[in-house]
């Protein structure tokens, strides 16, 4: 069965426009779940009608080595992206159980958001709040491309940092961006990630 998209959790932000989530979500987040589902397609195909062609596989130019680095793409893709959205519709109150987590990993919340804050800034891709279980404790990482990432962290705050989520409304003020990413975000969420990652 075809994966489906996951509606926006949220009717609007504030500081974030309508079209901008209207391109975001409704085109290039749906567009990557439909060539994520054609990718599949393909793989199945190869699977159980291209026995032959598997023969040829291997790790410089072969059909099944393209798919599968469009299937991986796309899916980190994907999932960071639903993890972004599901971060945002909130008021941007910290008022949860994370927060204690939060203030001793960083020091206060202050610190913790001027560094989230840096490290967005730092990154073309995204920046992400996450526990690592290899550790047990709370990381931000930045990634410049959905390729990237550290496969042991469980993402809490994921935000988008490549220009597609900003451009249309804040140009290349990226700060201000980062500003209005805070102020919607939904520590309700945040700290449902949290729990569930400390699993």
């Known amino acids: 069965m075809a994966y489906q998209p996951k509606p926006l959790p949220f009717s609007s932000l504030r500081g974030i426009s309508q079209k901008t989530l209207a391109l975001h979500h409704g085109k290039l987040y749906d567009g990557m779940v439909k060539r994520r ?19 040829y596989a291997n790790d410089m130019a072969s059909e099944l080595k393209s798919l599968k680095s469009a299937e991986r793409r796309l899916s980190n893709a994907i999932a960071l992206h639903e ?8 008021d941007g109150i910290p008022e949860v ?6 203030v001793e ?4 919340l202050d610190r913790f958001s001027r560094y989230f804050t840096a490290s967005c800034l730092s990154a ?14 709370l990381r931000v990482y930045t990634t410049d491309s959905d390729e990237e990432g ?28 980062i500003r209005a990413f805070f102020a919607n975000l939904n520590w309700s969420s945040v700290d449902r990630l949290y729990q569930v990652a400390r699993k």
Request: net charge negative; glycine share 12%; with cysteine.
């Open 97 to 102: 159980s994370i927060v204690p987590a939060i």
């Open 105 to 108: 990993k960083f020091g206060t």
């Open 37 to 55: 589902n054609a990718v599949a397609e393909l793989l199945h195909g190869l699977l159980y009608g291209g026995g032959g062609k598997l023969l």
């Open 83 to 90: 993890l972004y959205f599901e971060a945002l519709g909130g």
């Open 124 to 137: 073309r891709g995204w920046a992400l709040l996450v526990w690592d279980p290899l550790d047990a404790r």
């Open 150 to 177: 550290v496969w042991s962290a469980k993402p809490i705050i994921v935000c988008d940092m490549a220009e597609h989520a900003y451009f249309l409304d804040f140009g290349t003020d990226k700060a201000s961006y």
